[in-house]
């Protein structure tokens, strides 16, 4: 009902995306305000995809044909999320149409469609005109193509690929991007299986998110089965000049040539991490855990694609120090793919519960002091995001009317998350607590949830069973207030007690940095961030130099560390990293790596002027996601546009 009115909205040109949160009635938790679809008609069940990789035009182009269930007879209209598709034919089972007692099961009929308006934000309505019908069941193929800058959609050349002789193409759905490259009911709480047919080049090799043949000959031609139901945004393709090198028994790694090796010796402890897991939060549900190490532009630092990890090559440090991002997107195999947000208001059951059970493995397999530093390191982004954000953006279940629901993705779903299960975690006890989760994602395993559904659940099984723990007003606030309750449980690291002392005493110019090195050596590549972190607004040109000279920054392996120093360049103006900088800036494309830097220069005239400069060569080979980010940071929208 009130989906049929949001679509009219849209229609009479009053866009939903421009209207304010204030201005529309109470939220409705479970409507998800960032999907056209008619979820309560029409329910996409299997997805039937054959597409031609066409790296030439930068095009998907083929068939979807979407099996679905009717869930009202008399609907007339299956509407669907598209962005920027080129829809040349809808059909439908002549028999659908025509009555069963006609024509084959093969024989299809077109039927009339059309686009609403486009939403700048949401993209198009697709509405598919169909009779009504009693049949449960209904066949749509819709024949289309995809647009050369759908925003889901990366197109590499053979340069920006570390193999260099080949092109390299894959997509990045979440939130709301698989609408550009599939037309679907494009809403976390529908789930679909799905079968794949990808013709590509001869010279590559696809994979997706789903059964994945390793030996599969380079023909040009794969298939794929995804037997498990998941949204649509876990619906992923990546095609390139891969290998792939086993890890374990289940477990994998897909790289260009020149990487596999190294992504194989990072990522050794992954068959670890399940079984650490499966220990923890029940069975892992998916077959094989592959992951996927994508070319440098991928925008963020993994993806957690069902049965292959999408992940950035920023994390091969060489010394397994980042592998807390393949925790985390291993984690989401429960938190996420298993139980899933049902819409994007509720990301932090998502993402704070895969932090949550992050910690967990990290803890396990690495320890607990790791797993302590990388909390506390988190709860830096936390604080940093509590200070920055408006009230109403620190609360878990936000309200994200109206805008673009990758403004969720603050450190507030993710950390605050996190703290509010380790708060829950520590209030019950372990043993009690591991009992929740697991049967947590027992009881909702394959299903979409909302916050509420979430907060029930733990009234009953937590709340009730051990009255006098925990109270439903602090668990109300936990998820509607914003800030962070009085009795948080904080992490707290012994592990930089020592930093903080070597930093105060090289700042306080009582050591020289030999002596500096020497108390340094063991350290981790946390505590060189919380290092780095932790320093000065700016420093001074020799001391930059000292640092430099002792510990390289400069030329780091790890993407993490050059960050945080890079930070520190700008803010120093120290003019001999500025050239590796740029360097960075021209090969990274993972969004929380360089925005943060771009920022830090647009903040000079002469940083500003270095930002245009660099950003004018690097932006072609950037991600469309992180070019509309970073594009936002150096023309900044101006007052008058914002207050329209
Ligand atoms: N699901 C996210 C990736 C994502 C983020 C997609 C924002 C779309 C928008 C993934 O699980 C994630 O959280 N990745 C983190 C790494 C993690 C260790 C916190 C990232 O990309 O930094
Ligand atoms: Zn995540």
Redesign the pocket.
């Known amino acids: 009902m009130l989906r049929s009115c949001l679509a009219g909205l849209v229609l009479t040109g009053l866009s939903l995306a421009g209207a304010a949160a204030a201005d529309l009635a109470p939220m409705q938790p479970g409507l998800d305000y960032h999907s056209f679809a008619n979820v309560e008609q029409f329910r996409v069940t299997r997805l039937e995809l054959d597409l031609r990789v066409d790296p030439y035009f930068k095009t998907l182009r083929g068939v979807v044909g979407l099996q679905i269930k009717r869930l009202d007879p008399n609907a007339t209209e299956l509407i669907l999320d598209t962005r920027d598709l080129n829809v040349s034919d809808v059909t439908v089972k002549a028999q659908d149409v025509l009555g069963a007692t006609s024509k084959s099961e093969t024989t299809w009929v077109s039927r009339p469609f059309h686009f609403q308006k486009k939403d700048p934000i949401l993209g198009q309505a697709l509405v598919i005109e169909v009779p009504p019908s009693t049949k449960p069941t209904l066949f749509v193929r819709i024949d289309y193509e995809t647009s050369p800058t759908a925003p889901a959609l990366q197109w590499l050349t053979p340069r920006q690929t570390a193999g260099k002789k080949r092109g390299f193409f894959y997509t990045?759905s979440?939130?709301i991007g698989a609408r550009s490259w599939i037309p679907l009911q494009d809403t976390p709480q529908v789930r679909v299986t799905y079968t794949a047919t990808i013709h590509t080049p001869t010279d590559v090799v696809a994979v997706m998110s789903a059964k994945n043949d390793p030996k599969a000959p380079r023909n040009g031609l794969y298939t794929f089965t995804m037997p498990e139901a998941v949204p649509s945004y876990l619906i992923a393709l990546a095609v390139g000049d891969l290998a792939f090198k086993e890890t374990g028994p289940r477990t994998g790694v897909y790289a260009e040539k020149p990487l596999v090796k190294a992504a194989a010796q990072e990522f050794a402890d992954t068959e670890s991490m399940i079984e650490t897991s499966e220990k923890l939060f029940g069975p892992y549900r998916w077959d094989r855990y592959d992951i996927l190490v994508l070319p440098p532009s991928f925008p963020?630092?993994?993806?957690?694609n069902p049965r292959l990890s999408f992940i950035?090559p920023t994390v091969i440090a060489g010394d397994k120090s980042l592998v807390?991002?393949i925790a985390?997107?291993l984690a989401?195999s429960w938190s996420?793919n298993l139980v899933s947000n049902a819409t994007w208001r509720d990301l932090w059951l998502?993402?704070g519960f895969?932090?949550y059970l992050?910690s967990r493995i990290v803890g396990a397999v690495y320890g607990e002091k790791r797993e302590m530093m990388e909390r506390v390191l988190g709860l830096r982004e936390l604080r940093d995001d509590l200070a920055r954000l408006e009230p109403a953006d620190q609360i878990l279940a936000i309200d994200l009317r109206g805008r673009d629901p990758?403004a969720v993705?603050s450190a507030i779903p993710?950390e605050k998350g996190r703290l509010f299960l380790t708060y829950l975690d520590a209030k019950f006890g372990r043993d009690h607590f591991d009992a929740f989760l697991r049967g947590y994602f027992d009881h909702f395993a394959f299903k979409s949830i909302t916050t509420e559904q979430f907060a029930a659940y733990l009234q009953e099984n937590l709340l009730d069973r051990y009255p006098g723990v925990v109270s439903r007003d602090e668990v109300t606030a936990w998820v509607s207030a914003p800030g962070l309750p009085d009795d948080a449980v904080l992490p707290v690291s012994g592990e930089f007690a020592p930093v903080d002392q070597a930093r105060a005493a090289w700042l306080g110019g009582g050591l020289a940095p030999k002596r500096l090195k020497l108390d340094s050596s063991g350290w981790a590549a946390q505590q060189w961030l919380y290092f780095l972190d932790n320093m000065p607004a700016s420093l001074s040109t020799a001391q930059m130099k000292e640092l430099d000279q002792w510990f390289e920054f400069t030329h780091t392996a790890n993407a993490e560390i050059g960050h945080s120093w890079f930070l520190l360049v700008i803010r120093s103006r120290y003019q001999p990293g500025y050239g590796r900088l740029e360097d960075y800036l021209q090969t990274i494309g993972?969004r929380?790596l360089i925005a943060p830097l771009y920022e830090e220069l647009m903040k000079t005239p002469a940083g500003a002027a270095q930002a245009k400069r660099v950003y004018a060569l690097a932006r072609p080979g950037y991600h469309p996601e992180t070019v509309a980010a970073i594009d936002a940071i150096l023309n900044p929208p101006s007052e008058e546009s914002d207050e329209q």
């Open positions: 990045q979440e939130p963020v630092g993994g993806m957690e950035t807390s991002v985390h997107e989401h996420g998502n993402e895969t932090d992050e990758d993705f993710y993972r929380k």
